[in-house]
């Protein structure tokens, strides 16, 4: 016989994202960056970067402006919370749905 | 230690996916992305079951990008040994081998399988995040579960028993390097994660690891619960070589000046609604006693 | 090159032989010579290997498991209720498709403590998808631990090695150490398909779900229930790869010829005894005793327990008068565990023997040449069905 007609199935997992399918769906609450308060944006510099820094879940781009990635934001809100300018908002997300029905109809 | 690493310096490679099934604001999401980066590419994690294995991903897909094997309840440090010896065994000596744990899975069932890889010397970094539970679980008590918790099996009046203090367990072993760190304070965790893996031997991080379903507190607060651990006192952030202990960063900041009160830690979650004034003052007077000591020390 | 040494010296003479790359030890009788010998190869500088000395068998598992999941050729040993506190390793390992070979000196298991032999010990983890192969002698363990790398590496299922304690573990007997330069000649390096690598990082026995689940490509994986029915098949299959291993060995070696069972004087035999281990060359004598009488009678000695080897079997038995299985372990409440699964052989034959079930030896309780001679030629004397209840042997002072 031949080893090739052995199995090596294991359990054998390989990287990727959205194993918890898109994680975006779970949020109440979305996010909302304010770039005129936003510290890296107002001052085109890069600077702060808290946002980036505390996400638990490494959505949120360490870029000018900072870019949240909604897809798979679960809206814990401690980028808001951690924002020292105060310059981030958590917004129910229903506003959103109302936003995107308003513009079906 | 020097705080060297700043968050603008800080590297933007993600060894984490995004989508994984961490809970919304999950202390460890936090601990395990910093970590990682510390850590870099040439590492190989060892996982026993723990809220780590779900956040990791199910078959077949793997939310982190580093190689990872899981491994029983209880084998962790022998584990972390045996992927050791493998890459000795096979002349691959640069790569971190590292261990990450839960608090019950490294306190309780996998003290032993720990205190036998520290015993040994064998060259591994042990990272362990407190939740203070079994969380995977739904909140059961654990060793390091704090005096005065209420859990689903320390119901109505909160744990009797004081928190096992795993670090000083470890630190008995006498190994090259062990720390303590926080979810709240990442630059910290990432410059002991950076040091520790420049060490050869066993070598533990301890790191207080918020949870908001299990510590009853809203998820955009894990950054604030952790610090105010660290600022009443409750919890040290400090280094240990050669047996020498060390406050570090925030901790180092707190000698000599006041404190928070510990009330002020523990009104900001659910999980002490049921302590009474006796076991607040005589939490606060543990706390209090310990610091004494560390003034003495530093 | 000969050699007169004990069983666990023989076991790890093969280990050594074998280039294991990480041992992990943990001390147990009767298995604990072998665990100090494979010390002494590696401080003497005789064997190059990482020598871990856990802190407990549960652990020694758990470095063997890792060690093979990053690629390195592992080995323990172990013993008894060491064997049994590996239990959720030992199904770990099988399930992860990882190579490990282990020697077991079998002991019986406590309650009541008792530290000299039976086959409870092994016997009980039968079902835990490891490979089982037991020696009869010293000759048999050295060989056996050799062949046991290569089967376990070919076909990605770990290896037990078994072999009864202090009767074959401490006793002193001659046998040829192969030479070393045939031993690389013979056993292929270790190269698995799975191992943790950083350059190819992926994530190893991650949780599953009931059913299968696309992966990050979109294709289908296969889940649980596919890894476990892969395992099994392979165990099968394993038996193919058993019998090409002990021919390609024969031809090196000069030795073997008998992967699956070992049988003595039973082609012509009306009757055959059955064991596991050192009792069934023990057997020989008796044999040999009957056969003088003009009792038509063999024996036949089982070599691999799982997969259990039921083809050979039925050939060796069905047509037969009567087959005695002399057990050295119980499934309590039920049968020796070794004629349970005889019987379920043997069922779709039309020409069934009847058959008897006996336990003995049971923590070490001596077995005598006379009371099996006796038991033997009277069994052969009535060679009918005695009901399942098997028949404890050497019981003494019984309420």
């Known amino acids: 016989m031949k080893q090739d ?50 996400c638990p879940d490494g959505v949120v781009s360490k870029t000018i402006p900072p870019v949240i990635d909604y897809e798979y934001c679960k809206g814990c809100g401690i980028c808001a919370e951690e924002c020292p300018a105060g310059a981030i908002s958590m917004i129910e997300e229903a506003h959103f749905m109302e936003e995107k029905n308003d513009e079906c109809i | 230690m020097e705080n060297k690493t700043s968050i603008l310096n800080l590297t933007e490679d993600e060894f984490v996916h995004p989508g994984n099934r961490a809970c919304a604001g999950c202390g460890l999401g936090i601990v395990y992305r910093t970590a990682l980066k510390a850590l870099g590419k040439n590492t190989i994690l060892v996982v026993p079951p723990s809220c780590l294995t779900v956040l990791q991903g199910l078959y077949p897909i793997a939310a982190a990008k580093l190689p990872c094997l899981n491994v029983t309840f209880a084998s962790t440090g022998a584990a972390a040994t045996g992927v050791r010896a493998a890459m000795r065994s096979l002349k691959k000596n640069d790569v971190n ?77 006498k190994i090259p390097y062990l720390a303590t760190a926080s979810a709240a304070y990442p630059l910290d965790l990432y410059d002991k994660v950076k040091k520790a893996a420049s060490i050869k031997g066993p070598r533990y991080i301890h790191v207080h690891t918020p949870c908001p379903p299990g510590w009853g507190f809203e998820p955009r607060y894990t ?43 523990f009104k900001s979650q659910h999980r002490f609604y049921s302590l009474g004034n006796d076991l607040i003052n005589d939490l606060q007077a543990q706390v209090d006693h310990a610091w004494d000591a560390y003034v003495i020390h530093q | 090159m000969h050699m007169i040494e004990s069983g666990n010296v023989a076991a790890a003479t093969g280990v050594k032989l074998a280039r294991a790359g990480v041992i992990a030890a943990y001390p147990i009788t009767p298995q604990t010579p072998l665990t100090e010998k494979l010390s002494e190869f590696v401080a003497s500088g005789q064997m190059e290997a990482e020598y871990i000395p856990v802190e407990s068998e549960h652990s020694a598992m758990a470095v063997c498991i890792a060690a093979s999941s990053a690629g390195a050729r592992a080995f323990t040993a172990t013993s008894a209720n060491g064997l049994l506190y590996m239990n959720e390793q030992l199904h770990w390992a099988a ?131 596919e890894i476990r029915h892969c395992l099994h098949q392979d165990m099968r299959k394993a038996m193919m790869v058993l019998e090409e291993i002990d021919m390609k060995f024969q031809e090196t070696f000069g030795r073997g010829g008998h992967p699956f069972v070992e049988p003595y004087l039973c ?76 019987k379920a052989a043997l069922y779709p034959c039309d020409n069934k023997p009847a058959m008897h079930n006996y336990i003995l030896g049971l923590g070490g309780r001596e077995i005598k040449t006379a009371q099996l001679l006796e038991t033997v030629r009277t069994a052969c004397s009535k060679p009918k069905w005695l009901g399942d209840t098997p028949i404890w042997l050497g019981l003494k002072c019984q309420e």
């Open chain 2, 97 to 173: 081998v590292v261990a990450f744990a839960g608090d019950g899975g490294t306190g309780d069932i996998g003290i032993q399988a720990l205190s036998g890889a520290c015993e040994r010397g064998d060259d591994i970094l042990y990272i362990c995040y407190d939740n203070e539970a079994y969380m995977n679980t739904g909140v059961q008590r654990s060793g390091t579960t704090p005096q005065g918790v209420v859990t689903t099996t320390t119901p109505i009046t909160g744990k009797l028993q004081s928190k096992k203090d795993v670090p000083s367990i470890v630190a008995a072993h």
């Open chain 3, 95 to 225: 399930g992860a498709r990882l190579p490990i070979v282990m020697c077991v000196a079998n002991r019986g298991i406590g309650a009541p403590w008792t530290v000299w032999n039976d086959q409870q010990d092994s016997m009980s983890q039968r079902d835990g998808g490891w490979i089982q192969l037991y020696a009869n002698d010293h000759q048999q363990i050295i060989d056996s631990v050799i062949k046991a790398f290569y089967l376990a590496e070919f076909v990605s299922i770990p290896v037990m090695v078994c072999y009864d304690g202090y009767l074959l573990s401490h006793t002193y007997m001659p046998f040829e150490q192969p030479d070393q330069t045939l031993v690389d000649g013979f056993l292929p390096d270790f190269k698995p398909k799975n191992a943790l690598d950083p350059e190819n990082p992926s994530n190893f026995n991650t949780v599953t779900l009931p059913d299968v689940r696309p992966d990050i490509h979109g294709n289908i994986a296969p889940g649980y229930m």
């Open chain 3, 267 to 342: 082609d012509d035999a009306d009757h055959v005894v059955v064991s596991v281990g050192s009792l069934s060359y023990h057997f020989r004598d008796v044999i040999d005793l009957l056969r003088k009488e003009g009792v038509k009678v063999g024996v036949m000695g089982i070599q691999l327990y799982r997969p259990f080897p039921d083809k050979a079997i039925v050939d060796a038995l069905q047509g037969k008068s009567s087959v005695f299985v002399f057990e050295k372990a119980l499934s309590y409440g039920n049968q020796g565990p070794l004629y349970a699964d005889i």
């Open chain 1, 5 to 54: 007609d052995f199995s090596t199935l294991i359990s054998r997992s390989d990287p990727g994202p959205g194993d918890g399918g898109r994680t975006g769906s779970w949020r109440v609450l979305r996010p909302v960056i304010d770039l005129g308060a936003c510290i890296p944006s107002k001052t085109n510099k890069r600077a702060c970067f808290n946002c980036w820094f505390y």
């Open chain 2, 223 to 265: 950054i604030k619960v952790g610090k105010l651990a660290v600022e009443t006192g409750l919890f040290a952030l400090y280094e240990m070589e050669n047996s020498q202990l060390r406050l570090t960063g925030p901790s180092k900041k707190m000698l000599g000046k006041p404190r928070l009160p510990v009330t002020d830690y």
